[in-house]
């Protein structure tokens, strides 16, 4: 299942400079024919792909974009100065329509990748250009061509940046139901989820990013147990994974089976999946008895080896923390996306400052 984040905006670009009928006027040149300067062309409206968005959220707040207009011609020659684009910075992957006719005007699939949706009118001319031997002294210039006007609709189609794994009723539902807007069935008994739920995560210090809730994996899930291979497709091209695991449930003799299975499940289906950042999350700390519990799973992981362990092949200064959260009472969830947030930054393509967007029109 894809993400489809729309919006419809509407963006100008600029109107050009008029041109300018002026005639040369000095001491002792009393017949120093026309000098009127063109004007300026108008800004063009410019699409930018921005590794660092994720989401159209902004669009929602700021529907209309326009670019400046070009300043008019002056005399002596002096030519009017060209407007300013308006520079409208979107998340790769976004699909680019025209709201009226529904054609496809551009697929921003590239991060920096730009194109120009609407172009800034030509800059009129003046007056010196329009004389000839016959018409000395032409009183008339062109006015500048007005920008483009257009309607767009922009349609984001991508992949969650995170996906939330574990066994089922880990809490997953309750987690993307707390942290964004999903709104995904919960109840005490698990398989719940039937479909992944996608959710946008607003944080005041960084972009929003989108959190999938995939439905519980058992064992064999590669080979298409329970929901098996029908969703663990879905995970192949988020970003980061966060491991959910249910710290009132944990084995106390084997604390680290569960995150162990399903690590082995994700690895048996793709190799890469196991490479993929991953924040491991104790959840369910209310929990009576869950502290203690939680306390022996980070005291195995510490020790633990192999393609199970957590720190498998991990210098110490390298390895992630394990978190602890209640999504029911809401503990530690700040810290939870913190942490998502810093690992997308740093994933996110380290490009030259996009430049803002044009000015409301």
């Known amino acids: 299942m894809k993400f489809v984040d729309e919006a419809t905006i509407s963006v100008t670009s600029g109107n050009g ?3 300018c009928v002026s005639f040369r006027r000095e001491k002792f040149i009393p017949k120093g024919g026309p000098d009127g300067g063109d004007g300026g062309r108008g800004g063009d409206v410019i699409l930018l792909a921005d590794g ?3 989401t159209l959220y ?8 326009k670019a400046e ?12 100065r060209n407007g300013k684009d308006a520079v409208l910075s979107l998340p790769p992957g976004t699909l680019v329509r025209d709201a009226d006719t529904d054609a496809v005007l551009a697929d921003l699939k590239i991060p920096d990748e730009r194109f120009i949706v609407a172009k800034g009118g030509r800059g009129g001319k003046g007056n010196r250009h329009f004389a000839t031997s016959t018409h000395q002294a032409p009183r008339f210039a062109q006015p500048g061509e007005e920008g483009e006007v257009r309607n767009l609709r922009l349609e984001l189609k991508l992949l969650a940046d995170v996906g939330l794994v574990g066994m089922p009723n880990a809490g997953k539902s309750t987690l993307i139901s707390v942290i ?7 109840a005490d008994y698990p398989f719940t989820t039937l479909t992944p739920h996608l959710g946008v995560v607003r944080v005041d210090w960084g972009e929003p990013f989108v959190v999938a809730d ?3 994996l058992i064992e064999g899930a590669h080979a298409g147990a329970g929901l098996g291979i029908r969703f663990l497709r879905h995970i192949e091209r988020t970003r980061v994974l966060v491991h959910l695991i249910d710290a009132g449930a944990l084995n106390p003799d084997d604390p680290l089976a569960d995150y162990a299975m399903i690590r082995r499940e994700l690895i048996r289906y793709s190799p890469l999946l196991g490479e993929k950042p991953t924040l491991v999350v104790l959840n369910k700390m209310d929990l009576p008895g869950a502290p ?5 799973f980070e005291a195995a992981a510490r020790i633990a080896d192999g393609e199970d362990g957590l720190y498998a092949g991990m210098d110490e200064e390298d390895r992630p923390p394990i978190l602890r959260i209640s999504a029911a009472t ?16 740093l994933m996110a393509p380290k490009g030259a400052d996009a430049p803002g967007v044009g000015e409301p029109g």
């Open 17 to 19: 400079g008029a041109g």
């Open 69 to 80: 207009n070009g300043r008019p011609g002056q005399g002596s020659q002096k030519s009017g």
């Open 292 to 296: 203690m519990l939680a306390d022996r």
């Open 180 to 186: 964004s807007a999903a709104t995904p069935k919960i």
């Open 52 to 54: 660092r968005k994720r």
């Open 58 to 65: 902004d669009l929602r707040f700021k529907r209309l974009f």
């Open 330 to 345: 809401g503990d530690g969830l700040t810290a939870l996306k913190s942490h998502i947030t810093r690992i997308l930054d």
């Open 214 to 216: 995939i439905p519980g």
